[in-house]
């Protein structure tokens, strides 16, 4: 399974990361694989050389195998109307575009194939069952014996065409609820006949699938499976049928496991960035007592560290990194090379990957905007190097100073604080958002390795720019070609009577522990900063939960023979009776992400925060908050004294300007990013990338 390197030649930084690793015919390098991410760029033809760049840019950065995004086998099983698929010969020409640029820049790839079943966001879809989608709106047709025998061979051809496009494996999707995944299950297996009821019945599908394959490819052409090792739905599969399928799934000539945890529709989040780390490595460890091929774990592994640590433990012999090699492409080479510190860590955000995904936006990355911009988001050397003074260090002065300085120009950053993050450095306070320090880390060091010079506890003003003496430098050298604001936001302080009372505090006085806070809370406002503050007022000020909490507070059964693993969550108890409040009428948290607002909001339900909408602010006094409530038209209903201890504003934020107009005027060519040049609808996403856009913009 393995081929040892000798002592010699083993990294000595992560010597398992790094031994090589067979799977049948193919040699991997390392043990990082970069895991299947549908980007969007997979669906048309004229974003082929896209798609090839953004993977020929991982496999230059090291990792082990890359495995594409889901490509359909056939129509029915499309994950959206045109989407991509490999079933004709002219589609192998279009991957043959992408096998060669990965193979030219030293990468090995392996195409996924997948039958989204009633997954697809289409009209033609087909599923196992009766059971609608609940996250999608097309009926399906439930498939028929010819239909069902039609999709088998559909997979041995489109592997046959795979391995002819110059693909190095195939990984077949079983997995996340999709076609294969919803044979295996009762939660959408109803049929009666040989497909469904026993649980050799429900495996027939996939067994038909695996011998289709294996005899359409060469002996030694590696097979994946993507399988799901933990459902996390009502009527999921046991342990023993997961065990049972995977040696079966060996015998039949399967040559690698990639393990695969949750449903799209399950309700225990997976990849969230609150999910601690690892969490379901253990469901795969359990596999190696089942069967001998390579097992691969996955879901929120997002350090060569922690990837290090469970190679360690001796049953797992590969880590999925997805969305890792998205926010850094280069993570192998980096943790080959000793150099960890480096990695742009991926916070598992889920804001420019998975979100995009899901509203069928291209996929990119929050920490990385050139992820899937390859060939027009470029960051290439200056010939001329500009003095550049970035002010503000906050997310997006911080891409632009890093960007700027890597392309060759001398940065200097200001930052008024005592440290560098701004707004950021809030948020990795909050529960569950401890990945957020990550970011800190890499900029610090990043600023360090591209001699940005660092100005912390410094306010600039538009006198000390315009003469010369912020700057490190002496005489006409002082001097700035270019100025970058990104004085970023402060909190908004809403015009209500009362607002001064001691009582009431800022989100970033109650997140930096400014102020004492009392066991009642009102928080006024529940976006984003709302939600987070809300989640932070409800737990003990050591937050961050251990395996076991969080299983508990989500109900994810410890009992291998409960189908699906799921159970009844025991929350903790909240520490504080919190009250949550806006004025518009409606479900709070409405434009929280796609793929993370329900834990947002599952998270204030467990909590029994009491969320009160519609509602207008009417005084802070000695007895709390009063507030009026409003009916569907807007009229007054009623009014109510929320009797709280403290009141938190999280009532968005204004631009931090003040800079902007004396330098124009006085003739800088300034750039205004991030918070500064806008305070509605700002999040890091848009500050990083303004701050990228704008180095890359400079000459
Ligand atoms: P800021 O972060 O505000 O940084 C501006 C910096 O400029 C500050 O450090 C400030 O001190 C400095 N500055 C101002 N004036 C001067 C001056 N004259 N001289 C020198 N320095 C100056 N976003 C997300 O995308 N996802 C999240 O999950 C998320 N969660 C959040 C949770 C919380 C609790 C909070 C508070 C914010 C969260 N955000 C999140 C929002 C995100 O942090 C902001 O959108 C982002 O920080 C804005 O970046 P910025 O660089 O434009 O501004
Ligand atoms: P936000 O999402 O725009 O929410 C602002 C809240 O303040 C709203 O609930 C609004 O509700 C209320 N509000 C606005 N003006 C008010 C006023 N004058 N008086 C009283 N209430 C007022 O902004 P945010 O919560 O400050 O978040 C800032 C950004 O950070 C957001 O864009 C968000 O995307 C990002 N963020 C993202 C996450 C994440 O998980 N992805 C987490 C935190 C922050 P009403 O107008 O209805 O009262
Ligand atoms: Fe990770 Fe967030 Fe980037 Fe997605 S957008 S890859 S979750 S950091």
């Not at 279009?94 to 193979?103: K, L, M, N, P, Y």
Request: net charge neutral; glycine share 10%.
């Amino acid at each position: 399974m393995t081929s040892p390197t000798t002592p010699a030649s083993r990294n000595q930084h992560y010597p398992l990361l790094f031994e090589p690793l067979q799977i049948n015919g193919l040699t991997l390098p390392n043990r990082i694989v970069m895991g299947s991410m549908h980007t969007g760029l997979e669906d048309r033809l004229w974003d082929t050389d896209k798609l090839a760049a953004y993977y020929a840019e991982r496999a230059r950065g090291g990792a082990g195998l890359i495995i594409t995004g889901g490509f359909a086998t056939t129509r029915t099983g499309q994950l959206l109307p045109f989407a991509g698929k490999i079933t004709n010969r002219v589609d192998v020409a279009r991957h043959r575009r992408i096998t060669d640029e990965v193979h030219r820049n030293g990468g090995r790839i392996a195409i996924q194939l997948i039958h989204a079943g009633r997954y697809g966001y289409t009209p033609l879809k087909v599923a196992a069952g009766s059971e609608p989608s609940p996250i999608h709106p097309f009926k399906h047709l439930k498939m028929t014996e010819q239909i069902i025998w039609h999709v088998i061979r559909t997979f041995g051809q489109s592997a046959k065409l795979a391995e002819k496009a110059g693909y190095d494996a195939v990984e077949l999707m079983g997995g996340e609820g999709y076609l294969i995944n919803q044979f295996l299950c009762p939660h959408t297996n109803d049929r009666t006949d040989k497909w469904g009821g026993s649980t050799e019945n429900r495996q027939r599908f996939l067994v038909e699938i695996i011998k289709e394959v294996r005899k359409h490819v060469s002996a030694d052409f590696p097979i994946i499976l993507r399988q799901s090792i933990a459902d996390f739905v009502k009527n999921g599969q046991t342990w023993d049928e997961i065990a049972l399928m995977a040696r079966k799934a060996q015998e039949h000539g399967v040559d690698a496991i990639n393990t695969d945890i949750g449903w799209h529709e399950a309700g225990i989040p997976t990849i969230v960035t609150s999910v601690p780390r690892g969490a379901f490595v253990k469901f795969t460890e359990r596999l190696r007592d089942e069967v001998s091929i390579p097992l691969i774990a996955s879901n929120r592994i997002n350090t060569p560290d922690f990837a290090e640590e469970i190679l360690e433990r001796g049953r797992v012999d590969a880590v999925s990194m997805a969305r890792p090699m998205l926010a850094d492409p280069d993570l192998p080479n980096k943790a080959r090379d000793g150099r960890a510190d480096e990695i742009n860590t991926c916070i598992g955000c889920n804001q420019a990957c998975l979100d995009h995904a899901f509203v069928g936006k291209k996929v990119s990355c929050l920490l990385n905007p050139r992820a899937g911009r390859e060939t027009t988001l470029t960051l290439g050397a200056t010939r001329r190097a500009r003095h550049v003074a970035v002010i503000g260090a906050g997310p997006a002065g911080l891409a632009a100073a890093v960007s700027a300085a890597q392309r060759g120009h001398r940065v200097e950053l200001f930052e008024a604080g005592e440290s560098i993050g701004g707004q950021f450095s809030i948020a990795a306070r909050i529960p569950g958002k401890e990945e957020f320090n990550e970011t800190i880390r890499y900029y610090t060091r990043q600023l360090e390795i591209n001699n940005v010079a660092v100005h912390l506890g410094k306010r600039v003003s538009a006198e000390e720019i315009l003469d010369g003496s912020a700057s490190n430098a002496k005489g006409d050298k002082a001097k700035f070609d270019d100025v970058i604001i990104a004085t970023g936001v402060t909190p908004r302080i809403p015009d209500i009577p009362g607002i001064d009372h001691p009582m009431v505090m800022t989100y970033a006085d109650a997140v930096l522990g400014h102020r004492e806070i009392g066991k009642r809370v009102a928080v006024i406002g529940a976006g984003g900063i709302g939600f987070d503050v809300t989640e932070f007022l409800t737990v003990d000020e050591s937050p961050t939960l251990n395996l076991k909490e969080w299983e508990q507070e989500w109900g994810v059964s410890e009992d291998l023979g409960v189908p699906g693993f799921v159970t009844k969550p025991r929350p903790l108890p909240p520490v504080r009776e919190v009250y949550m409040v806006q004025r518009k009428p409606g479900r709070q948290g409405k434009t929280l992400g796609k793929t993370t607002g329900w834990v947002h909001r599952a998270t204030v339900k467990m909590k029994q925060v009491e969320q009160i909408s519609a509602a207008s602010y009417d005084l802070i006094d000695d007895a709390g908050l009063h507030i009026t409530l409003h009916d569907k038209e807007g009229n007054p209903t009623d009014t109510r004294v929320l009797e709280v201890d403290n009141v938190v504003v999280c009532a968005g934020q204004e631009s931090v300007r003040e800079l902007v107009d004396p330098l124009t005027v006085a003739g800088i060519t300034t750039h205004v990013i991030g918070g500064a040049d806008l305070a509605s609808e700002l999040d890091a996403k848009r500050a990083i990338r303004q701050g990228t856009e704008v180095a890359a913009a400079l000459p």
